[in-house]
């Protein structure tokens, strides 16, 4: 996750964790339109108003999550809900046949690690030419980590939630 959605979900945590779902196209559609005053605004532009926010900014971004979350919660949704459903739901079809997931888990992570071990060790040497388009493949294969963690061993949102309601 980029540091941009980290203070998203500091800040407006319904929102990022709308992004994080099903239910992005909504909470990208509902910040461009409360945040940018733009509905056509595209994540580019509503990460860029979120890196250069002033406290002010932070604390519009806090409003306007408790307005999405009303809106959500009078339409009836639940965007937690979805979230863990939708992970869930992956599961849930996993149930059938684990083997596509553990070997794509396999081939990815241990894929991704002999890479940077391979660079890091120096027996891979990367051209000037390509070294930009090579370090934004890196960092995509390294955003994609925790997704595979969180499909495994379950989501940090629902191990916060879970301490909340036992404290």
């Not at 979350?69 to 149930?95: S, T, W």
């Not at 994609?144 to 309601?165: A, D, V, Y």
């Amino acid at each position: 996750m980029s540091d941009w959605k980290n203070v998203l979900g500091s800040i407006a945590p319904t929102l990022a964790t709308a992004l994080g779902g099903p239910m992005a196209g909504t909470a990208v559609k509902f910040l461009a339109g409360h945040f940018l005053n733009d509905e056509d605004a595209s994540v580019a532009d509503i990460e860029a108003a979120i890196v250069c926010s002033t406290p002010e900014d932070l604390a519009e971004l806090k409003r306007i999550d408790a307005n999405f979350k009303i809106e959500m919660k009078k339409l009836g949704v639940d965007v937690y809900r979805i979230e863990v459903g939708d992970r869930q739901g992956a599961r849930n079809m996993a149930a059938v046949n684990m083997m596509p997931q553990i070997i794509l888990s396999i081939i990815f992570v241990g894929g991704y690690f002999g890479l940077v071990y391979m660079l890091f060790a120096g027996h891979v040497v990367i051209d000037e030419s390509i070294r930009d388009m090579s370090n934004i493949l890196l960092g995509v294969l390294t955003a994609n980590i925790p997704g595979i963690m969180q499909f495994w061993f379950g989501s940090s949102h629902g191990s916060k939630h879970k301490n909340l309601t036992t404290s």
